[in-house]
């Protein structure tokens, strides 16, 4: 087989503000991925190539990058399905660190903020739920927080707003269809959480390696939830009933 | 580029390196306790190797089969570990199980179904009764995000992308640690009371393997070189079944969830040899025996087109493949154009798991240093000879509890051990030393080292192999005296390649010694030259200490089952 040309950004922010591509010819192997190439060149050919990894079994989501512009797992996009000549950048909507490295910490500091699952209390132990309860859940614990949905939503691109973003919506799907969690965390995302810059573009849904349908159903319900919370009238006016003390 | 010597000191009751099932659970329950933590961790949070595991955790709740109880996981987890396993481990393990699965789903985690709602557990491996409770084939995930939930919102500090380059003891006492914060590329002292390691296994140390980076045997070098006693250094398990086309995915885990959801193996005469192997337990037996059959029907001459067997599934159906193996399903028609709903999987056995690791005392997960601790694969007396698949997330979050626990509890009673500063100076030169530009590539020799490893050091071993091996290690002992990269301390690879290959070294010099002193077959470890267990001689476990640059070898007898166990093999 052929050998295909690689060009990769490289970059050091905090030493200097220049980048260049560099290129890198990589010997093909069949069935090998983009992370196998880049591999190669850190074994090979520079070592001080940085890119972050684990697993490469695409169950870890940590090797996200822009594989001819499209944001891609690394490990999970096979050379063959690319033409021999092939660029390579860090996803866009995170401060490089360095080369591949992207500094993705300030998802981890929103993740504090969404209140953690808290079960309904006065029920007997061991609890007993059906599986379709699981089932309903289940498409978004399969999240693997590669971060390719944020990384190409043009609101946490392109504009300064508190949009927690795609990932974080996801969590809070996954944790409000539990069986047993208690919190309504509609409250929480219709203002801290901005969800209402979102105008269900789709796109982080087109990304996503796990195929979560993020918009369709973590996004647009939990709009929906928004809506029944704070602008349903007939809602609103039942909230106030209810919060009377008689 | 001038080289930076200036570190920050970070001060911590509790250091916990690793951020696993097992370093996420102790850091619950040591914050729970009340002392102050801190996470270190080579990957970002969350990507653990946990993340791998896929069939399950077992805990004998007996949902599914009523009459499965502590003391038939007790049973099969010692007998399948022939009985090379610390009895109070598996004690531990047997009885706290279902407690642990029952608090991760109160922590949040979500497991599948019985018809009539309970916790759904499927068969596995020489596990007697269905017993791994699963989130389809993604448990480890499932752990891991609940944990990671749980630590998020604790008063726990997380330092990932963190790299531990020494552990710092004075006389037999633990006192900080040192390492490189890739993010930032700054140098970090954490002094601690207690001492926590959980940084997994050594799968790494081959070319054919399921791990992932991480697993280089970092703990286990930190760990001997403060003077920690290492234990069954020889004990490897493959998995049965791993990828093995295309040659760029071979080694990646298929789970034995597969085999547990009815999956067959085949030869390439579409014979079922387990049958042949195995009459009673077939494609269900333990991991060690399982992974013999398949490499014997290889080198035999009836393996499949590309060195494996097949493993078929497509009887079950699509739908229930889908959802109960959606990552296997996702795996095989992504990286090898396979549908498993329609073709077989072709699969040999693959470096797994280290038995080995860690001497720990059973009820503290204590070590020979005072105010160190380890749990987890780091740490090893569990699983004896061989695990049982499931027992691994068991382990996590068993151990990872009890360490927390009992490192907190340490901490508050003891007192910062002082040291001195030339300690910490000596590390920043050795580590500087790796970034002079004239050294020799590391990789190279990690390539050298892993493939010498995956040839000589496999499921069935012998003594002309095995020599060949620590030939290998021997020859690039005087060689990683030489290696460097170029570049600084923020996220350089190679630096980290430097310092991972002087914990691969020892790790695989440790292995091999311990593999060449076992006379004997025992689980994991099959000598071809010495086919027969021998339990007069060899129930001991081979142990190593660091002694002043040398790797001094000793026994230690196991320990006699006391009365209240030995009556259990004749209830079950």
């Known amino acids: ?246 | 580029m001038p080289a930076k010597t200036e570190y920050v000191t970070l001060k911590t009751d509790v250091l916990i390196i690793g951020a696993g099932g097992a370093g996420l659970r102790a850091a619950i329950a040591a914050t729970e306790a009340g002392s102050s933590v801190i996470i270190a961790s080579k990957s970002l949070l969350g990507k653990a190797h946990t993340v791998m595991a896929e069939g399950g955790i077992a805990a004998a709740l007996g949902n599914v089969d009523p009459q499965d109880n502590w003391k038939v996981h007790f049973t099969d987890t010692y007998v399948e570990g022939v009985y090379l396993s610390n009895w109070r481990m598996v004690e531990l393990l047997a009885k706290e199980a279902p407690d642990r699965v029952y608090e991760l789903e109160r922590f949040g985690a979500l497991f599948d179904r019985t018809p009539d709602g309970k916790i759904m557990q499927r068969p596995f491996g020489a596990h007697t009764y269905r017993r791994l409770c699963y989130t389809g084939d993604k448990t480890g995930l499932e752990l891991i995000r609940t944990l990671q939930d749980k630590v998020a919102h604790s008063p726990a500090r997380i330092l990932d992308e963190f790299v531990v380059t020494k552990i710092i003891s004075v006389n037999g006492k633990v006192a900080g640690a040192f390492g490189i914060s890739m993010r930032d590329g700054t140098f970090k002292l954490i002094e601690c009371k207690s001492l926590i390691i959980a940084t997994g296994g050594l799968g790494r140390l081959f070319k054919v393997t399921s791990n992932s980076w991480e697993g280089t045997g970092d703990g286990l070098a930190l760990a001997y070189r403060a003077g920690a006693v290492l234990n069954d250094m020889e004990m490897i398990q493959f998995h049965p079944t791993g990828m093995i086309w295309p040659p760029a995915v071979r080694g990646l885990l298929v789970t034995e969830g597969v085999r547990g959801e009815g999956g067959l193996l085949y030869n390439k005469d579409n014979e079922r040899f387990m049958l042949r192997y195995s009459p009673k337990k077939k494609e269900l037996d333990a991991r060690d025996v399982v992974a013999r059959a398949i490499y014997q029907e290889i080198i035999e001459g009836r393996g499949s087109e590309h060195g494996g067997v097949y493993l078929d599934i497509t009887h079950r159906g699509a739908k229930y493949i889908k959802e109960k193996l959606p990552s296997m399903y996702m795996q095989y028609k992504e990286f090898s154009d396979i549908d498993i709903t329609k073709e077989r999987m072709e699969v040999a056995p693959t470096v797994h798991y280290h038995m080995g690791g860690i001497r720990v005392e059973p009820d503290t997960g204590s070590t020979n240093i005072i105010g160190l601790y380890a749990a987890g694969e780091a740490s090893s007396g569990l699983h004896g000879a061989n695990r049982l698949g499931g027992n691994s997330l068991t382990d996590l979050l068993v151990f990872g509890k009890i360490v927390g626990a009992s490192a907190a509890s340490f901490a508050k009673n003891s007192n910062q051990i002082k040291f001195d500063e030339s300690a910490v100076r000596e590390e920043i030169d050795r580590i500087l030393s790796f970034t002079d530009n004239s050294g020799t590539n590391p990789y190279q020799l990690i390539d050298t080292l892993r493939e010498s490893m995956s040839k000589n050091v496999g499921i069935l071993r012998n003594e002309k192999d095995l020599t060949k091996a620590l030939d290998t290690i021997k020859s690039l002992i005087p060689k990683i005296k030489g290696i460097g990269v170029k570049g600084g301390l923020r996220f350089n690879p190679g630096l980290l390649a430097c310092l991972e290959l002087n914990n691969l070294i020892l790790s695989a010099e440790l292995v091999v010694r311990g593999a060449l002193e076992r006379k004997e077959s025992r689980g994991a470890h099959a000598r071809t030259d010495f086919p027969m267990r021998k339990d007069d001689v060899w129930r001991k476990n081979i142990i190593f200490t660091y002694n002043d640059g040398k790797n001094d070898m000793s026994f230690v007898e196991v320990p006699e089952l006391p009365d209240h166990l030995k009556e259990l093999g004749k209830e079950v």
Request: charge should be neutral.
């Open chain 1, 1 to 246: 087989m052929e050998d295909v040309k690689i060009k990769i950004r490289r970059s050091e922010p905090a030493l200097s503000s220049e980048w260049r591509y560099e290129e890198y010819s990589v010997p093909v192997v069949e069935g090998m991925v983009v992370l196998d190439a880049v591999h190669y060149i850190q074994n090979n050919i520079d070592p001080t190539l940085a890119v972050r990894w684990n697993c490469k079994a695409a169950r870890c989501g940590s090797c996200s990058a822009e594989i001819d512009g499209k944001p891609k797992l690394m490990c999970k996009t096979r050379l063959d399905s690319l033409g021999s000549k092939i660029t390579i950048n860090p996803i866009k909507a995170y401060p490089v660190v360095k080369d591949l490295v992207t500094d993705v910490s300030q998802n981890y500091e929103i993740a504090k903020k969404i209140p953690p699952f808290t079960p309904k209390q006065g029920l007997q132990e061991p609890w007993k739920f059906m599986q379709i309860d699981v089932t309903r859940s289940k498409e978004f614990r399969t999240c693997i927080e590669c971060f390719l949905c944020q990384d190409v939503c043009h609101v946490i691109r392109e504009h300064q707003s508190n949009y927690y973003g795609p990932k974080h919506v996801v969590k809070i799907a996954a944790l409000d269809l539990h069986p047993i969690d208690s919190i309504d965390r509609s409250e929480l995302m219709h203002h801290d959480g901005g969800l209402g810059y979102c105008d269900i573009t789709k796109c982080c849904q087109n990304v996503c390696p796990e195929e979560i349908r993020i918009t369709d159903n973590a996004i647009i319900p939990e709009k929906e939830r928004i809506v029944d919370h704070a602008y349903d009238p007939i809602g609103v006016l039942i909230k106030k009933i209810k919060k009377r003390k008689w």
